[in-house]
């Protein structure tokens, strides 16, 4: 027997009397995050929206069973509960601002799929009403910035005149002719949203009694998936949190950056100039740091017998640039060879003044066979890094052994 949809008359209707026409135990659907015992529950009449035509479906009560899913089974709406009804005559009350929300959202979308395709050229491929948030997949030419304004300006301001939002029914042929956005083959009389002034489109949903109610259409981003053009907007309800959450993102990050928040970009770009300024600086005084420190080195090396002056050392809190900078500065001088390496992250560095006449890339390789870890280089620099818990001192003095 098929189920008398009362949304379709009313979606203002939020509780109900109905009698239950069957229940039965249903295996648990994990899929849809259902893992304990679940009935599924036919009434005779029902307020319940199944998830369909790109709305989820709506959450509640019937009698003393919360209500976990509500599925579209061709005539029948099955309705997915955690305990059976005691009694076969049934309230049914569903999750009010759940279902608001989603007619928010739904409605707001006719209207900017309408204003994209007016006035922009843009149809609407598809759409997805989420959690968080709803998106409209746009055909054709990417919407500048000045599109996705002008579309959100568009719908607001049918918004503020707060014009009816009408339930029509007709064949397809017919709403074809009454210029329906949407082009539809099903047999039959169909069910379709106007909006007065402003669009027609067929759908099976729940949605607002006039614009008004939609509250305020917020477009958000837009990005390319596959083909189409993917744009991010909320409405009503949910355009008031996101508002909210954005400016206490601003306050937030203009406190950070010691800014008023009409100043945070202009502060944002010192700080990064500041950072990227810093940072070179830093990078020159280690360069110089690390020439002292290779200079201090070499004079107490003593040389050995073959004459070359071998360095080896372990630095502590030192980035593995520092290793370089170091190694590079050291083989500036005759018969030099630095044997470098970080403790902690186990960076390496094998450096060499080429009258030194040995070969740091086959070194290294050497004792990263040994100890473990990645590397290369050339005959006079040579780069690695040792694996996880591999020592850097035995490292460092199997390179020693092996040099003489
Ligand atoms: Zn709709």
Same mark, same amino acid.
């Given at each position: ?5 009362l949304?379709?008359d009313?979606?203002f ?7 239950v026409?069957?229940c039965?135990?249903?295996?648990p ?7 304990? /015992?679940?009935w599924? !529950? =036919? ?6 929206y ?13 009698g003393?069973? +919360?209500? !976990? ?8 709406? &099955?309705h997915?509960v ?28 006719h209207? =900017?799929?309408?204003?994209f395709?007016?006035r922009?050229g &843009?149809?609407?491929?598809?759409f ?10 746009l055909r ?15 719908a ?9 939002v +009408?339930?029509?029914?007709?064949? %397809?042929? @017919?709403?074809?002719?009454q210029? %329906? ?8 009389i169909?069910?379709a ?23 305020l259409? !917020?477009?958000?981003r837009?990005?390319?998936?596959? @083909? ?22 601003l306050r937030?990050?203009?406190? /950070?950056?010691s800014?008023?928040?009409?100043d !945070? ?13 810093n940072?070179k600086?830093?990078?020159?005084? @280690?360069e110089?740091?690390?020439?002292a420190?290779?200079?201090?080195? &070499? @004079?107490?090396?003593?040389?050995s017998?073959n ?5 080896s050392r ?5 980035p ?5 900078f170091f190694?590079?500065a050291?083989?500036r001088?005759e /018969?030099?060879?630095? =044997? ?17 006449g /040995? ?7 050497q004792? =990263?066979?040994?100890?473990g870890?990645?590397?290369?280089g ?27």
């Open positions: 027997m098929a189920t008398r949809r949304y379709y009313n979606a209707e939020k509780e109900f009397t109905a009698r026409m069957h039965e135990v249903l295996p659907d994990v899929s849809a995050g259902i893992t304990g /015992k679940v599924g !529950l =036919l009434l005779d009449r029902t307020a319940f199944p998830t369909s035509g790109g709305q989820p479906n709506d959450l509640g009560k019937i003393d069973a +919360n209500v !976990l899913d509500v599925r579209d089974e061709g005539d029948e709406i &099955l997915l955690d305990r059976k009804p005691s009694d076969p005559d049934v309230n049914g009350c569903i999750d009010w601002p759940r279902r608001f929300d989603h007619m928010q959202q739904h409605t707001g979308q209207l =900017l799929s309408a204003m395709q007016e922009f &843009l149809p609407t491929v598809s997805h009403l989420g959690t968080e948030m709803c998106t409209i997949d054709g030419p990417e919407p500048t910035d000045e599109i996705l304004e002008g579309a959100e300006r568009a607001n301001q049918i918004i503020f005149e707060d014009r009816p +009408n339930v029509r029914y007709g064949t %397809a042929d @017919q709403l074809a002719r210029g %329906a956005r949407k082009e539809v083959e099903r047999e039959g169909l069910r949203i106007e909006i007065e002034g402003a669009d027609l489109q067929p759908c099976v949903g729940t949605h607002v009694e006039s614009t008004g109610q939609i509250g259409v !917020l477009v958000r837009c990005t390319k998936v596959r @083909q189409e053009w993917r744009v991010e907007f909320v409405c009503g309800g949910r355009a008031e949190r996101v508002a909210r959450h954005d400016f206490e993102l937030q990050t203009a406190e /950070k950056l800014s008023a928040p009409e !945070l970009v202009s502060a944002a770009s010192r700080a990064i100039v500041e950072r990227d300024a940072f600086m830093v990078r020159a005084l @280690q110089r740091l690390a020439e420190e290779a200079a201090l080195a &070499l @004079q107490t090396t003593p040389h017998a004459g070359a002056r071998i360095v372990v630095f502590e809190g030192v593995a640039d520092y290793l370089g190694g590079t050291l083989a001088s /018969k030099a060879i630095a =044997l470098l390496a970080t403790v902690g992250d186990g960076h390496l560095v094998f450096a060499q003044h080429p009258s030194a /040995k070969d740091m890339n086959a070194l290294l390789k004792v =990263l066979g040994e100890v870890g990645k590397g290369g050339t005959r006079d620099f040579a780069r690695g890094r040792l694996s996880e818990g591999a020592s850097t001192e035995k490292a460092l003095s199997l390179a020693k052994e092996m040099l003489n």
